[in-house]
């Protein structure tokens, strides 16, 4: 099956980004670029059809109207897309450290992975990834399309212990991780020794990978920094209780501070037909 791209543009060098990098790394795939406009140009005929006109130059796509972020969604699930392709400013641009609304909400509830592509990337990708693999179903999921998408690529995963951090992105059977709410030094040390072990089992599970300790973001973007990456994959976990309408924090710094392309894909719903095997044609 071919891979099917969802472009949106709003005709911004971020978008031209996107759309460059993606024909450039996937020239056999079904690209399809959609632009969303205001309610209001729906009866602008004028208006409508240099926004058309403009969405042909690119090579053509539909024109839909409304609020950005839902109807990117709502064409990502009713057309059966394999990835989502956003554009960004760089690291360095006006927006760093932060997400759009519109791109914090698609990266949020994304049914397909989705590569987000700053301004000066270089086409195409190269083939070398660095994957943040915290075990979750979002890292494995991000694995496995690059796996597919870029069967020639080098992955290399790397799992990051945070040695304070309460909360562990892998269950320890042996540990409850609600006790270190108010755990001792010494109590948090056997934790990091239990997490340490258990996470080398699983990297060798993988085929190997490396180990760090420290914040996981900035492993990630030190590591990539350094040169020699084209893409950075991570799993896009979500928060629970009252920050469930926020994208997970080393997600968002990786996706924000990134010199490089980064794929990020969500755990799989049940039944959304999200996980459809596709290789690039």
């Known amino acids: 099956m071919t891979l099917r791209i969802l472009v949106p543009t709003d005709f911004s060098p971020a978008a031209g980004a996107a759309l460059a990098v993606v024909r450039a790394t996937f020239p056999d795939a079904r690209t399809e670029l959609l632009h969303v406009a205001p309610d209001r140009s729906r009866d602008r005929s004028q208006e409508a059809g240099a926004l058309r006109e403009q969405l042909g130059a ?119 991780t609600p006790a270190l709410r108010s755990a001792s030094s010494r109590a948090l040390q056997e934790r990091n020794a239990l997490w340490e072990a258990e996470a080398r089992r699983r990297l060798d599970g993988l085929g190997g990978g490396d180990l760090a300790w420290g914040s996981p973001a900035e492993e990630a973007l030190k590591r990539v920094r350094g040169g020699g990456y084209g893409l950075i994959a991570l799993g896009a976990s979500v928060k629970g209780g009252l920050d469930r ?35 690039p044609a």
């Open 58 to 176: 690119l090579g053509g796509g539909p024109l839909a109207f409304g609020a950005p972020a839902p109807e990117i969604l709502r064409c990502a699930r009713e057309g059966h897309f394999d990835l989502i392709a956003l554009g960004r400013v760089g690291p360095r641009g006006p927006e760093r450290g932060r997400l759009g609304a519109v791109a914090e909400r698609v990266l949020r509830e994304a049914p397909v992975p989705v590569l987000t592509v700053p301004v000066g990337s270089s086409v195409p990708l190269p083939p070398r990834v660095l994957v943040l693999m915290d075990f979750s179903d979002g890292a494995r999921r991000a694995a496995d399309f690059v796996a597919r998408g870029w069967p020639g690529a080098a992955l290399e995963h790397l799992h990051v212990i945070d040695p304070s951090a309460l909360d562990m992105p892998l269950p320890l059977p042996a540990l409850r």
């Open 245 to 279: 309408l926020m994208f997970g924090s080393v997600a968002r710094r990786v996706v924000c501070e990134s010199p490089l392309p980064v794929l990020t894909a969500r755990r799989a719903l049940v039944g959304s037909g999200a996980d459809v095997a596709v290789s």
